[in-house]
Nanobody
Framework: QVQLVESGGGLVQPGGSLRLSCAASGSISSVNAMGWYRQAPGKQRELVAVISSGGSTNYADSVKGRFTISRDNAKNTVWLQLNSLKSEDTAVYYC??????????WGKGTLVTVSS
C-alpha cells in the first residue's frame, strides 16, 4: 500500500506561481512513475505531468513551458512547480503513483484557484 498526501494549493493571481508537493509513504520502494492530474468542475480528469523513476518527464500540451515536475532521489516526494498561471489552470490537483506491479494510488487532492 502507498499513501499520498498533497499540499501547497491555494489562491493565486493570474500570472503568479505556486508549488505543489506530494509526500508518499508506505511501500514506497515499489513506486515507479509518479505524476499529477487535475480536474476542473464539469471537466474530465486530465494528466498534467508525469515523471519516471529514471527522471524522464512528460507534460500536457497546455502546461508545457509553464509547469515543471520533479522528484527526490528517494522517490518519496514529487513536486509540481506552476508558473505563469492562467484561470483555466483552476482545478483540484491530484498526486498519482504507479508501482512496479502497475497498481495506481491517488491522493485526496489539493485545490488551486487562479483568480484576480
Amino acid at each position: 500500500q502507498v499513501q499520498l498526501v498533497e499540499s501547497g494549493g491555494g489562491l493565486v493571481q493570474p500570472g503568479g506561481s505556486l508549488r505543489l508537493s506530494c509526500a508518499a509513504s508506505g511501500s514506497i520502494s515499489s513506486v515507479n512513475a509518479m505524476g499529477w492530474y487535475r480536474q476542473a468542475p464539469g471537466k474530465q480528469r486530465e494528466l498534467v505531468a508525469v515523471i519516471s523513476s529514471g527522471g524522464s518527464t512528460n507534460y500536457a500540451d497546455s502546461v508545457k513551458g509553464r509547469f515543471t515536475i520533479s522528484r527526490d532521489n528517494a522517490k518519496n516526494t514529487v513536486w509540481l512547480q506552476l508558473n505563469s498561471l492562467k484561470s483555466e489552470d483552476t482545478a483540484v490537483y491530484y498526486c498519482n503513483a504507479v508501482t512496479v506491479y502497475l497498481r495506481s494510488y491517488w491522493g485526496k487532492g489539493t485545490l488551486v484557484t487562479v483568480s484576480s
